[in-house]
């Protein structure tokens, strides 16, 4: 009888313990990167939260808009530039605004994200009538 209520006292403290770890995902402090972002988007839950998680999504987007503005520049400097009679060349002015054209898609989404968490702060600090 002992070591039944023994074996099921170690069953359950390696439950609480292998479970809190799983199934607790906490909100970080800073987001610094997109791993700590997918971790703040499971955790989030308060006001400061949602506007940790916008801020760094405008960040982000603010960055990834100034490297589409260096691939039009150079896209624009290979427009003016002498012929590339290889069109398919990475260096070609239509590569460039390609890429181009993906940052800044993928800066849109990321201010998508952002307004959609401002306005998730906004209503989690609301009282409940």
Do not use: F
């Not at 799983?22 to 988007?41: E, V, Y």
């Not at 306005?119 to 609301?126: G, S």
């Amino acid at each position: 009888m002992m070591q039944k209520r023994t074996i099921c006292q170690t069953i359950l403290m390696m439950t609480l313990a292998l479970g809190s770890t799983a199934w607790g995902a906490r909100m970080p402090q800073t987001i610094n990167n997109d791993r700590d972002l997918k971790s703040a988007l499971k955790s989030a839950k308060t006001p400061q939260d949602h506007q940790l998680i916008a801020a760094y999504c405008k960040a982000k987007a603010d960055g990834l808009d100034a490297q589409a503005a260096g691939y039009e520049s150079a896209a624009e400097s290979y427009r003016n530039g002498p012929v590339v009679k290889n069109i398919t060349a990475p260096n070609t002015a239509a590569r460039y605004d390609s890429l181009a054209k993906g940052l800044r898609s993928e800066a849109q989404s990321n201010r998508q994200l952002a307004a959609l968490h401002e306005q998730m702060a906004r209503d989690a600090a609301q009282p409940i009538k």
